[in-house]
């Protein structure tokens, strides 16, 4: 029987210990805030549920959980996709390949405050290239006074900024697969869509069930480029559950609901990333079978 030295586990046990409290503590804080109604520095009274309640029966936070529903949908629905038609366009090797990597990692480089102030000056209907473009066609665009405006103005900011990441997972996974396989499809004649249909779609399964699990949880926690392209207006249309977090929290320095609806936020996140990843583990089962 083989046996194996784990003693190397030792020299990142500070590490994993600093994450942990890192972690904990402002969770615990969470917690402890979340039972009470703090009305001083010196002053809370434990309060039990009645927090978590007032949260659930909020209308404000049903309507920001569809939106953000909706928007997570609307990204997976269209980033996929164009993630992966984008992916097989692009040259495998040489410098065209290097090049056009380069390229679709730019604005993955961009900070996401300095994203929002991008869009929020090129979608200006009076100066901005984008929105000016669209009313001189005859179109009425302007994502400051319509919600459908403002609401398609994130989409597509969050779709420039975030399918190259879809882009350069689904590339990698194309450039991972054996040579053999392509060899064969060309000696049974098979046709292009057959290689996508047959080869490349099942042989990127695993990494577009990663891609879709980040760019769900990702989007689930939108929130600085929204803020600084419309401040979650024109009324609510952009306000999705993290700027409404932030409004009880900071806005109205509500710390027992806010604390209540982080955690019920947190539960959210972790109940669609425990689904996502079952998923996951089961099809990557499927393919080993």
Not at 25 to 31: A, F, K, S
Request: aromatic share 14%; proline share 4%.
């Amino acid at each position: 029987m083989k046996t194996y030295n784990n003693k190397a586990w030792w020299l990142i046990f500070p590490v994993i210990l600093s994450v942990a409290f890192s972690a904990i503590m402002p969770l615990m804080t969470v917690v402890n805030y979340s039972v009470q109604d703090i009305l001083g520095p010196d002053q809370a009274v434990f309060v039990g549920m009645e927090w978590f309640r007032a949260v659930m029966r909020d209308s404000d936070l049903h309507g920001a959980l569809f939106r953000q529903l909706i928007f997570s949908i609307a990204v997976l629905v269209i980033q996929i996709p164009l993630g992966i038609g984008v992916a097989l366009t692009m040259p495998a090797q040489g410098w065209r390949a290097s090049l056009s990597l380069v390229l679709v990692a730019l604005p993955l480089l961009i900070p996401w405050n300095v994203v929002g102030t991008i869009w929020q000056i090129f979608a200006r209907g009076d100066i901005g290239l984008l929105g000016n473009t669209i009313n001189n066609v005859g179109i009425s665009y302007n994502y400051t006074g319509d919600s459908f405006d403002a609401w398609i103005t994130v989409l597509v900011m969050d779709i420039w900024h975030w399918t190259p990441l879809v882009v350069l997972l689904c590339y990698a996974g194309l450039r991972a697969i054996p040579d053999a396989y392509y060899q064969a499809a060309r000696i049974d004649g098979a046709s292009r869509f057959a290689v996508f249909r047959f080869i490349q779609l099942p042989k990127l399964r695993n990494v577009l069930m990663i891609a879709v699990l980040l760019r769900f949880m990702d989007s689930f926690m939108i929130y600085t480029e929204p803020f600084v392209l419309t401040g979650g207006g024109p009324g609510n249309a952009t306000t999705f559950l993290s700027q409404y977090l932030t409004q009880k929290a900071v806005g109205q320095f509500d710390l027992g609901p806010a604390a209540a609806f982080s955690l019920i936020y947190f539960l959210i996140i972790l109940l669609f990333s425990f689904i996502l990843y079952n998923w996951m583990q089961r099809v990557g089962t499927g393919d080993q079978a």
